[in-house]
């Protein structure tokens, strides 16, 4: 029911769910479910060894790099939301 209602999706520092759930709707938006931003808020660099793996996947040929483009990382939530803001959907 979320889904449908959001703007858009972010992910503050947390655990298994809130990573479960922010991949998930990523997942979506590669796969052309929606066209809405996902984000992650990357507070005193909690999620950077998540953007060095993700960097890795695309480096090793695992990851699109258009696939990682979906997804944003800033360390403050104004520029977060301003992400949000200006974010257009990548082409899948």
């Known amino acids: 029911m979320m889904s449908p209602l959001s703007d858009a999706f972010m992910a503050p ?7 479960e759930e922010i991949f998930e709707v990523w997942t ?10 996902c984000g992650f ?7 950077t060894p998540l953007i060095a793996f993700l960097d890795g996947g695309v480096e090793n040929g695992f990851i699109r790099p258009q696939h990682r483009r ?14 949000f803001q200006s974010w257009r959907p990548v082409s899948t």
């Not at 520092?13 to 990573?19: E, H, S």
């Not at 808020?41 to 999620?47: A, C, E, I, K, M």
């Open 28 to 37: 979506w938006a590669q796969l052309g479910l929606h066209r809405k931003p």
């Open 13 to 19: 520092p947390g655990g298994l769910g809130t990573l």
């Open 41 to 47: 808020l990357n507070v005193n660099g909690y999620f």
């Open 70 to 83: 979906m997804a944003l990382f800033e360390s403050d939530a104004a520029r977060l939301l301003d992400g």
